[in-house]
């Protein structure tokens, strides 16, 4: 056996002495790294490419495992000119390569370079991404859909955001916060496609320069903006089909020459959808009384949404961007609510509410951005932005009531209105500074300075119908004006010196809340001041494995609407309120992270939550329940996740994530303390195949296991989403067919839990399975090739700056 060991050992030695190592670095002419740049290694007899590498962040690559022979390397990036060597590999070491592009004199009219396609879905510590661009099927859908897809996130029927089951999740458009309530958010996701977007990022660990907002991270959506040279653009449409039809249309066009960049972005949204929600209580006594309620609310929502974009480079260090974005969107509902009533298997009673339910939302976003690089290292940014947004919502209720077979029929009727405007000013500047020592560039110092005030204005107007006339209802009128302004300033420092990597910042935010409601000045009234640190210690034990601990202090303050004490009566016995005493909800997050073979991701977590914020049901021994927001005890979570490609196959590209995170519910509701706890797991996949003839076909799904939120006790949820698509016309035009919620188990179901002796259930379902046709149309000058490098960003990291070999069943 000693002798068969002896053996092994020695091929071994002799096969690693036949391979060596070829590392280098790629620049610019001013020694600047050229982060993405494409390294090409063939053998010089026949020109076969036997590996390739992309240069990180820093400009640094490495080929491995070349065998003894001669070949020809070449370094090549967009806009540089190509460099060529020839480089023998023998016994001894390799000299390190470093290759200095010059620019192209010219715009480049063509570039393919073999290199690596951007994923669909990538990782990095602390961050998800979502590339829309790379998926046809992401692209089919809207961006409230992308969110429930996106591994550990989910949306409740209301429109609240959790990651993992942590509540406090800040949406960011385009890195600034959205500031609307989450009805609001919902429907404006809702009407945005995802033929506009670029991207969709899920930060668990933001950096300091964003606000602080967020317990549970913060989610990104990336609008499409990059401009090229030249006049081009694309045209999508998406039609679908379930219960009812859908659409939506797309414009994107592009024009860019020397000095000046414009993007202009136009959608139209047609939604025609089917929301259904049933509860059913029964009270658990002698008579075993029950009720039970159906809502069928279907929309027809139209959105038409704007974006333009204006930079002006003065030179080569001033730049000056205008931008703009407008929303309009309308959500008309004609639906009914029918309630039933009677006592162990008899009915006794029936209400049939009929609804007309009319919502309008106007939103104008504009800004400034300067930009002035005083070196190729230092820079400033100043940033205005304004945001205007005006909602108005109606309801119109009519009731007949049966009280049994013998009685006739009566009418109740009564409305709301509800005017809403949102007026927000945000100042923000920012100094950045890369770090340098020689040609190398370790790190980078950020410091600035914010300063936000948003104005609310929420007003309630109710009438009831008494004998054929309209009478005000002076109780449930309501005029709720709220103040905001928060004063932030941070700093942050990031270095990079192999093995370690730091990264510290630290953030300060003074708040200020005034909330006014009638004749009550002090209704809302906070003041408090706010320290957020962020860390984070990276060590690369080796090329293999990469180790690092993060931590950071993170707030989620009440959205305006969970403070308005204002009553909203969605039927006869269920009504939702704000609550003004809402305190904000403050986390401290830990996460270790591990990264196996520069792809394969181990995460550990925990948060403790203070005053943490739950949108929860509570219900009276009787009939009537109410929607509302509390402050709930102290929580600690715990999280876990694994997530992979699964490499080496060249026709399918795959991202699965397996994830697991446990809750609590520490609360007083009513006359009962409640002290729940759930264990949840989560599986996602993402799955793209290259099929002969030129067709793709991706397929992605998501399992999250039974579960507790709030004082809802959920049951197994799950959606299975395919799609075929195939590009034609040198890639112009694409076609795709896609099945959305091919099981149609995309249904939220929950016991809700209550301090009286009742058992009360919960069903919401929406119009989720859909089949989907879309066309897309690229115009303008031909893109750059697959694989083409751009500038990366560190997500990208499969493989960045490590050599992949080409499969080959033969010699090399």
């Known amino acids: 056996m000693r002798y068969f060991c002896f053996i092994f050992f020695l091929l071994g030695a002799l096969n690693g002495a036949a391979q060596q190592e070829i590392s280098g670095k790629v620049?610019?002419?001013?020694?600047?790294?050229?982060?993405?740049?494409?390294?090409?290694?063939?053998?010089?007899?026949?020109?076969?490419?036997?590996?390739?590498?992309?240069?990180?962040s820093l400009g640094k690559f490495s080929l491995k495992h070349v065998k003894v022979g001669s070949y020809q390397i070449e370094a090549a990036f967009v806009t540089y000119k190509n460099e060529v060597r020839i480089v023998t590999v023998g016994k001894g070491p390799v000299a390190v390569q470093v290759f200095k592009l010059l620019a192209e004199s010219q715009q480049l009219q063509e570039v393919t370079i073999s290199g690596k396609k951007k994923q669909a879905i990538s990782v990095a510590a602390g961050k998800t991404t979502m590339n829309v661009e790379q998926s046809i099927l992401a692209q089919s859908q809207s961006a409230y859909e992308l969110l429930k897809s996106l591994p550990g996130v989910n949306i409740n029927k209301d429109g609240e955001i959790r990651i993992k089951g942590k509540s406090g999740v800040t949406v960011m458009i385009d890195g600034e916060p959205a500031e609307m309530g989450s009805s609001q958010l919902k429907a404006l996701l809702k009407g945005t496609p995802g033929t506009t977007l670029q991207s969709i990022e899920v930060m668990n660990n933001p950096p300091s320069g964003m606000d602080a907002a967020g317990t549970a991270g913060v989610i990104n959506i990336v609008f499409k903006k990059k401009v090229k040279k030249g006049?081009?653009?694309?045209?999508?449409?998406?039609?679908?089909?379930?219960?009812?039809?859908?659409?939506?249309?797309?414009?994107?066009?592009?024009?860019?020459?020397?000095?000046?960049?414009?993007?202009?972005?136009?959608?139209?949204?047609?939604?025609?959808?089917?929301?259904?929600?049933?509860?059913?209580?029964?009270?658990?006594?002698?008579?075993?009384?029950?009720?039970?309620?159906?809502?069928?609310?279907?929309?027809?929502?139209?959105?038409?949404?704007?974006?333009?974009?204006?930079?002006?480079?003065?030179?080569?260090?001033?730049?000056?961007?205008f931008n703009l974005s407008f929303n309009d969107l309308r959500n008309p509902a004609d639906g009914r609510t029918i309630s039933r009533f009677g006592t162990g298997k008899i009915q006794d009673s029936l209400l049939d509410q009929r609804n007309e339910l009319r919502n309008t939302m106007r939103n104008w976003d504009y800004g400034l951005k300067f930009k002035h690089k005083f070196t190729e290292l230092k820079s400033l940014n100043a940033f205005l932005q304004l945001n205007h947004l005006r909602s108005r919502g109606s309801e119109d209720y009519t009731i007949f009531k049966t009280l049994g077979p013998e009685n006739k029929l009566s009418e109740l009727r009564y409305r709301n209105i509800?005017?809403?405007?949102?007026?927000?000013?945000?100042?923000?500047?920012?100094?950045l500074e890369e770090l340098k020592k020689g040609d190398e560039n370790f790190g980078k110092f950020e410091a600035g300075i914010k300063s936000s005030q948003t104005n609310l204005h929420n007003s309630q107007f109710s009438e009831n119908r008494n004998n054929g006339m309209w009478q005000n209802d002076a109780l449930r009128n309501n005029n709720f004006r709220y103040k905001e302004a928060i004063q932030a300033a941070y700093a942050a420092?990031?270095?990079?010196?192999?093995?370690?990597?730091?990264?510290?910042?630290?953030?300060?935010?003074?708040?200020?809340?005034?909330?006014?409601?009638?004749?009550?000045?002090?209704?809302?009234?906070?003041?408090?001041?706010?320290?957020?640190?962020?860390?984070?210690?990276?060590?690369?034990?080796?090329?293999?494995?990469?180790?690092?601990?993060?931590?950071?202090?993170?707030?989620?303050?009440?959205?305006?609407?969970?403070?308005?004490?204002?009553?909203?009566?969605?039927?006869?016995?269920?009504?939702?309120?704000?609550?003004?005493?809402?305190?904000?909800?403050?986390?401290?997050?830990?996460?270790?992270?591990?990264?196996?073979?520069?792809?394969?991701?181990l995460t550990l977590g925990y948060s403790s939550i203070k005053n943490p914020i739950f949108s929860t049901f509570l219900s009276s021994p009787g009939v009537k329940?109410?929607?509302?927001?509390?402050?709930?005890?102290?929580?600690?979570?715990?999280?876990?996740?694994?997530?992979?490609?699964?490499?080496?196959?060249?026709?399918?590209?795959?991202?699965?994530?397996?994830?697991?995170?446990?809750?609590?519910?520490?609360?007083?509701?009513?006359?009962?303390?409640?002290?729940?706890?759930?264990?949840?797991?989560?599986?996602?996949?993402?799955?793209?195949?290259?099929?002969?003839?030129?067709?793709?076909?991706?397929?992605?799904?998501?399992?999250?296991?039974?579960?507790?939120?709030?004082?809802?006790?959920?049951?197994?949820?799950?959606e299975i989403t395919a799609g075929l698509n195939k590009k034609m016309l040198k890639d112009k035009l694409t076609l795709g067919l896609a099945v959305a919620d091919v099981f149609y188990t995309g249904i939220f179901k929950a016991a809700i839990l209550s301090d009286h002796t009742q058992t009360f259930n919960l069903d919401s379902r929406t119009d989720s399975r859909q089949v989907k046709f879309s066309l897309s149309w690229n115009f303008g000058k031909k893109p750059k090739a697959e694989g083409s490098a751009e500038q990366p960003s560190d997500e990208n990291r499969f493989p960045s700056g490590k050599s992949k070999q080409l499969i080959k069943t033969g010699k090399q």
């Not at 610019?28 to 036997?50: F, H, M, V, W, Y």
């Open 27 to 56: 620049t610019d002419e001013r020694n600047l790294p050229l982060p993405g740049a494409t390294i090409t290694l063939k053998q010089a007899s026949d020109a076969k490419i036997s590996v390739y590498a992309i240069a990180d």
């Open 231 to 321: 006049f081009n653009g694309s045209i999508s449409s998406n039609v679908s089909k379930g219960r009812y039809y859908r659409t939506n249309h797309s414009l994107n066009m592009t024009y860019g020459i020397e000095k000046w960049d414009l993007n202009l972005l136009y959608a139209y949204d047609f939604d025609h959808s089917r929301n259904e929600e049933s509860v059913f209580r029964s009270q658990n006594t002698d008579k075993s009384f029950f009720m039970s309620q159906l809502q069928l609310n279907p929309q027809k929502s139209k959105g038409h949404l704007l974006k333009l974009g204006l930079d002006h480079h003065f030179d080569g260090k001033n730049t000056l961007r």
């Open 418 to 431: 509800y005017p809403s405007k949102i007026d927000r000013r945000v100042i923000k500047v920012d100094y």
């Open 493 to 601: 420092l990031e270095l990079n010196m192999e093995p370690w990597t730091f990264n510290a910042g630290l953030r300060g935010e003074y708040t200020h809340v005034r909330g006014e409601e009638g004749t009550d000045p002090g209704r809302v009234r906070q003041n408090y001041f706010s320290l957020f640190p962020n860390a984070l210690i990276g060590y690369k034990v080796n090329d293999e494995y990469k180790l690092s601990v993060s931590y950071n202090r993170r707030i989620e303050r009440p959205d305006y609407d969970q403070l308005n004490p204002s009553i909203r009566y969605l039927d006869l016995y269920t009504t939702r309120q704000g609550n003004p005493k809402l305190k904000a909800q403050f986390s401290n997050n830990i996460e270790l992270n591990q990264q196996f073979f520069s792809f394969i991701d």
């Open 625 to 718: 329940s109410a929607y509302t927001t509390i402050n709930t005890g102290h929580q600690q979570q715990w999280q876990a996740s694994l997530s992979f490609p699964i490499p080496g196959v060249d026709w399918w590209e795959n991202y699965q994530t397996f994830y697991f995170y446990t809750s609590q519910f520490n609360a007083n509701l009513e006359t009962k303390a409640f002290k729940e706890r759930a264990n949840t797991y989560g599986i996602y996949s993402y799955n793209s195949f290259k099929l002969p003839a030129g067709f793709n076909l991706e397929l992605s799904g998501w399992y999250e296991s039974a579960g507790l939120y709030a004082n809802f006790r959920y049951k197994p949820v799950s």
